[in-house]
């Protein structure tokens, strides 16, 4: 049986399209965005709604959640 995967292996390219988001995070003066901020909040939702979907998906369905492929 494989191991159950943490959150951030459930997408290998979860961090890069975090640093690519990184910049949407910031005002055009580079600074961070206060969480109170209507893109920030849309962004946080986006990703929350990405975790839980995910979830939802591996408890589910677990056996596709680990390796694929043929024996």
């Known amino acids: 049986m494989g191991r159950k995967k943490s959150d951030d292996e459930l997408f290998p390219e ?3 399209m975090l640093e690519g988001m990184q910049e ?3 005002d055009e ?3 961070p965005l206060s969480p109170d901020h209507p893109q ?4 946080t939702g986006l990703m929350e709604n990405i975790a839980t979907r995910a ?3 591996n408890q589910q369905d ?3 959640s680990g390796q694929h ?3």
């Open 14 to 16: 979860m961090a890069a």
């Open 24 to 26: 949407l995070m910031c």
């Open 29 to 31: 003066n580079g600074k």
């Open 40 to 43: 920030y909040q849309k962004l």
């Open 55 to 57: 979830r939802k998906r």
């Open 62 to 64: 677990p056996s596709t």
């Open 69 to 71: 492929g043929t024996a």
